[in-house]
Every structure is written in C-alpha cells, then in structure tokens.
C-alpha cells in the first residue's frame, strides 16, 4: 500500500480479512463502487457513510446512516425526494408524526400506500403493548378513528371518547352512511344527529329522539309526513297533542 501498488494490497488484505483497509485501498484507486459494497457486506456502515458524502452520493450516505443515525440519514433522503425512504427512517426513530409527513408526500402511490400501513402497524402495536395514549395519537393522525376510539376507552378519558364519537359521525356523514353517523353523534349532539336521521330518512328513529327530547309536536308532524298515522294519533293522545299541530313540520 505504502508503494502504491494497490492491486497487490488489495489482494493481501482480502486474504487477511483486512476490510477496512481494503476499503481504502479500493477508495485510493478510485474504485468507488467496490469500496462501498464492501462496506455494507461487512457492515461498516459508519465508513460507508464517510466515503458516500465524500463523493457526494446523498442517497448512499443515507442508506448507511440509517443503521446509526436515522434522523440525519431521513434529512438526507428527504433533501434528495426519497419521501418513502426519509419515513421509514423518521419510524426507526420513533418520529411518527415526521414519518407519517414523510408518507403522506410520496410521489409513488404504492410507496405512499405501503408507508401508512406501516404507521398502522406501528400503532397497533403501541396498542397491544399497552401504550393506548401514544396509539390513540397516532391513530388520530392516521384518520382511523375507530382504533383511536377503542384507545380512549382504554385510556377511560371521556373528552377523547366524546371527540371520537364525533369524528366518526363526521367521517360517516361525509361517506353518505347517515344511520352510522347518527348513531355514533346521537350521545353527545342531538340536534346534528336528528339531522342525520332525517337524511337517512330513519324516520323512526328521528321520531323516537324528538320524543326523548320533548318535541312532541314535531314527531307527531314527522308521523303525518310520514303517512306514520297510527303513530301519530297515540302521540297525540299521550302528549295532548292538538290536531292543528299538523299544520306544519
């Protein structure tokens, strides 16, 4: 090595197992490509890194510093546009708000698809390893708020019950399955969940809430809409209803 006869080295080095020095014997004679794929063979990985920024190959160094330095090696992929890369770093990390940004930006649907399953995967596993607040976080984030539903009522904490609940009826309506909605709405606002009921055209079970909510004039309108007359003329008698009480919903 000292003569400069790099072919020679290499090859007593290779004999004595000598990887590191043969590294640098390939890097010497300008044999990049050698020198990086004995590194990761033999897993010197904090070499490899070196000698990747040292020739300005962002995506290699970042595949190295992956093994050690996940988050400096996520930046690297993610100055470069390796989103899917960067999030599976940012993950390794622990960083999953940064892997679940990560993800959300690959260009690749298959990439972006396969990266959120991951993130679900991770929670899931927060779930079962007791770890419902971090798991009820991520899930929110991942937009999966029945998961995040069933963490709160690990958790036992009312407020996050009562936003999921929420949630899923927002979620729910958006998707046109108005009975879903409502049902999830109706413990916590009664007046949007009537109003779900009225799209899902559940009459009676919009009635049965305007019952419960003491509006005895407009179910009993809501049964003569309805043709319901049956129904309509025993609110009448229970709650002295008076007929013209019909003249408009």
Known sequence: ME????????????????????????QK????SKAIEIADQRKYYKTG????????NAKKAAYFYAYFKPIYA????????????????YLKAYQTSRALECFKRCEIPCKKKEGLK?????ATVL???????DAF?????LGDYYSALTCAKKLKEDLFIEQMHLLI?????????YLIAAKFTEPYDKKKALVYYYLGEATSDAIRLLVEENHYERAFNLCIHHNELDLAYKLANTYNIPLTAAACL
Not at 49 to 56: D, F, N, R, T, V
Not at 127 to 133: A, G, V
């Open 29 to 32: 004679s300008g044999l990049y």
């Open 74 to 89: 996520a930046r690297l992929y993610k100055n470069e546009h390796f989103f899917y890369e960067a999030g599976e770093c």
């Open 49 to 56: 890194a070196i000698l990747c920024e040292k020739i300005h």
């Open 118 to 122: 991951q993130l679900e995967e991770f």
């Open 137 to 141: 976080k991520l899930f929110v984030k």
């Open 169 to 177: 009826g927002a979620f729910e309506a958006q998707n046109k399955n």
């Open 127 to 133: 779930y079962f390893t007791k770890q419902y607040e």
């Open 3 to 26: 003569l400069k006869n790099y072919s020679k080295a290499a090859e007593c080095f290779n004999i004595t197992h000598s990887y590191r020095h043969l590294i640098l014997i390939y």
